[in-house]
């Protein structure tokens, strides 16, 4: 009886309202653009590309929903990027391109230990902390670059960065075998939601054929999305880090090590941001000064879109990249439709709050009831 | 003697939408200029009486009369406006403002410091002997001074009565002479006051009247000069019943072992709970559920450390150098008010305070000083206050139960049956192992905190008030499983406010006053009152613990 009442309260508004918002939106869209007889707009290609686009804001989205869940908050995330890719970019020619992406992680996270050490040492907000590394190190950037465009040259480099960012991984096979491995989860310990998401799964893979293959930051993400949201399910770690955020004194009280896992959130926040810095850097084999500027929110975005708590204690990384889908979606959907993009902030803008206000009353009326 | 009733209250009673009876008809009478005393235990009715007069809660029944009418103060501000002033214990003051703009703060009007406002507030300051500068910021001020302001900001509007609930509880002595002069002051001057204290000895030299409160009833009404502590403190505890029954000493197993390790008790030394294979069937179920590992001071050992011994254990301002050892099985009740440095021992001894100094050893060993430590080293606390320090609401109960454990994965089954054990164990009404914690009762809130130590690597037990707002069932379960725990020779370290609690179930009381253990009690030959008497008044220090 329980399991039954579990798998209901899953599907309710408020637990799975995200995936609910993307369907529709990919309907929506799909819907407008066949009215209007453009291309099939939910084709395996389309689909690849808006998972792509939201690749980088996903993965330091996941890293700033730990953070979030920890009870903190980290403004620096684009800048840290941008300044990985800047080191990447500066560095690569003279070094080589896996010795200069190390050096681009170590900088970020040497960011990371700065602004977690501040945070928890000094005890100033992290909002104002990370609010001035946002600037100072979009500063640093500029003072790096001398305010130009930096790019490899060496066509060997390049090749290298290419190939670690533009390689298409063929997807069919391994998301079929995903779909196998969760039924069959499902089917053991009988869990209903665990078998809904494999068939979903499936689906898309039989909707996109045998030749699906998408770039490589989509796996980092799927690979990196997987490993954090398996430490939060599984792990004595994933739990502390939800009790840091639920309720830091009592944490303490039983032995939690706050500060570790405090400092250890800027830090993961940081690593990430420098890894999605590494992937613009070799998208594009440069970096502009001003890269990613922004980027920020809509990581920030995409965590509340997936209802994680700006409080703490509360957050799924599975929902935020749910959320930066949407987001991407929302964007491609104005760019492939031609639906005026003058209009794209103001709708962006009007479903993060809806988002948070579904999330809101739906967690209100629930601890009235 | 005195002319007509200022207030006058004739069978209040007060009971919640859920059925707890707070009130249950108490006469309440008072005059102007005169200083009337209410007392009564945790849970007798005082909070509550406070707030039916601040007009913050309705009375469920009977009549509150203001200068001879009847009236129904339907918010806080009708009873302020009628001439009501509450000053609440915890000070509500903005710490970011301004003494003089704290004063104002319920002024009404367009302009931020109004010149009539300001006069007033230099007015009500110069009545209490100026004791701050009115441009001060709230929070720079020290506490004492941070009292004198909410009073001030209380007689803004010139209240016919002032309630002030606990006002020198956390209030060091000469704050207090202060607090005691302004009260006087204020009688002279005409104004009824309403002071509430857990001291007896300020409540002798202070007050004109005394009412006390028992289980929602005013139980004693007289004139102070009638009265001495021994005739209050035995209203105040009055004949309830006694929750637990205590068993004489020779009943138990491990009670008072002689006081220097004799070396022939099998349950001293660290192996106190390793349990063998014959013994392990008979043992409780959090035993079967956690294997625990061989104690490495176990056995060998031919002079047996005490299991707990505090080394000039202090902490600057909060608690003075405390020497003391408790032996295995063996549970130290920690009688003392509120502010008397009970908590802030068990916090130094569980690493929680960082600016303690001294030496903490268990079974001989120093454990270090941060909280981990002292859980890696099998020290359990139950904090004071569970909502803020004891747990995660929006963690379900097994997880809450699992929060100490350490290791890389989670184990879902292993936990849900500990869960299983310990709302069998400890009798927690809730649903499952799933629920939400904060969902909870406090009595079951409670047993969720106290069950995240029932493991076989507690080695030591400091209970920080395990009973607080629970009801009586619940808090004899508690009780009861103590006694089973020490029994089982676990050493405890229990802190309460409820006295009648620590004799039932302690072997010996230590009373704190002032940061400060002033003496060691043993609970066969004392009784409530005489504890209640020491812990609030200034007795000579008899038996200073070693």
Known sequence: MMQTTDWRAGLGLRKAGIYYALLILLALLAGIAHSRGLPAYLSAQNLGNIAYQASLVGIMGVAMTVMLITGAFDLSVASVAALAAAVLVGLAPSIGFPLAALAAIVTAVSVGIFNGAIVQFVGINAFIVTLGTLTAVRGLVLVLTDGRSLMVEQPEVLQQMLAFESTRVPLFWPLLALAVALSAWAAFRRRILIGLAGLVVAGLALLAGQGFAVAAPVVYLALFTALVWAVLRFTVVGRRIYAVGGNAEAARLSGVNVHAYKLGAFILSSAAAGFAGVLFGCRLGAINPTALQGAELTVIASAILGGTSLFGGAGSVLKTVAGALLLFTLTNGFNVLDLGASYQGLIEGIVVIAAAAIYTVGGNRRRAA | ?546
């Not at chain 2, 007509?4 to 009130?23: C, F, M, R, S």
């Not at chain 2, 406070?50 to 509150?64: D, E, F, Q, W, Y």
């Not at chain 2, 929070?139 to 006002?167: H, N």
């Open chain 2, 1 to 546: 003697m005195v002319g007509a009733p200022l207030l006058q209250l004739a069978g209040v009673e007060k009971i919640w939408p859920n059925g707890t009876v707070a009130l249950r008809g108490v006469d309440l009478t008072l005059h102007a200029g005169r200083v009337h005393g209410l007392l009564g235990a945790n849970g007798a009715g005082k909070s509550t009486l406070i707030k039916v007069l601040a007009g913050a809660i309705p009375a469920s029944g009977g009549t509150v009369a203001w200068r001879g009418e009847l009236v129904r103060w339907a918010s806080p501000r009708a009873a302020r406006a009628a001439g009501v002033a509450t000053i609440y214990q915890h000070i509500p003051l903005v710490p970011t403002l301004s003494v003089v703009e704290n004063m104002l703060l319920e002024r009404a009007g367009g302009w931020r410091a109004d010149r009539a406002g300001c006069a007033r507030a230099a007015q009500v300051a110069s009545l209490l002997d100026n004791p701050f500068d009115l441009d001060a910021l709230v929070g720079d001020l020290p506490i004492g001074t941070r009292q004198m302001v909410a009073i001030a900001q209380g007689l803004m509007a010139d209240p016919a009565l002032l309630i002030m609930d606990e006002p020198t509880a956390s209030l060091a002595g000469h704050e207090r002479e202060r607090v005691y002069a302004v009260v006087r002051l204020l009688a002279a001057q005409g104004h009824a006051v309403l002071f509430v204290s857990h001291f007896l000895d300020e409540i002798l030299s202070l007050t004109d009247e005394v009412t006390v409160l028992r289980d929602g009833r005013a139980v004693l009404h007289a004139q102070t000069a009638d009265l001495d502590e021994a005739a209050i403190a035995a209203a105040i505890v009055g004949r309830s019943v006694t929750a637990l029954e205590r068993r004489p000493r020779a009943a138990r197993a491990f009670s008072n072992p002689p006081p220097e390790g004799e070396g022939d008790q099998p349950q001293a030394g660290g192996g106190v709970l390793s349990t063998s294979d014959e013994a392990r069937g008979a043992l409780p179920l959090h035993h079967r559920l956690w294997r625990r590992s061989p104690s490495p001071s176990g056995g060998g050992l031919i002079e047996n450390p005490p299991a707990l011994e505090l080394r000039d254990l202090g902490s600057p301002g909060k608690l003075a150098p405390t020497s003391l050892t408790v032996a295995a099985g063996e549970i130290v009740g920690i009688a003392g008010m509120l502010g008397s440095g009970r908590s802030e021992l068990l916090h130094a001894i569980f690493g929680a305070d960082p600016a303690a100094r001294g030496a903490v050893l268990l079974h001989g060993k120093p454990i270090g000083r941060t909280p981990e430590e002292a859980v890696a080293a099998g020290v359990a606390l139950v904090p004071e206050d569970r909502a803020t320090q004891g747990f995660v609401a929006g963690m379900s109960v097994a997880e809450n139960i699992a929060l100490p454990r350490t290791g890389l994965f989670q184990s879902p089954v292993q936990e849900h049956e500990a869960a299983l054990a310990a709302i069998e164990r400890l009798a927690i009404k809730v649903q499952g192992p799933d629920a939400p914690v904060g969902e909870l009762s406090g009595g079951n809130a409670q047993k969720v905190v106290i069950a995240k130590w029932l493991t076989p690597d507690t080695r030591l037990l400091l209970l920080d008030e395990p009973t607080a707002g629970i009801d009586i069932g619940a808090r004899t379960d508690i009780l009861r499983l103590i006694r089973g725990l020490a029994d089982e020779g676990l050493p405890v370290l229990l802190v309460s406010s409820e006295f009648e609690e620590l004799i039932g179930v302690c072997d010996r009381i230590l009373v704190m006053r002032d940061g400060l253990v002033i003496a060691e009690v043993d609970p066969e030959t004392t009784d409530e009152a005489a504890l209640i008497q020491r812990a609030s008044g200034n007795f000579p220090s008899t038996g200073m613990a070693a």
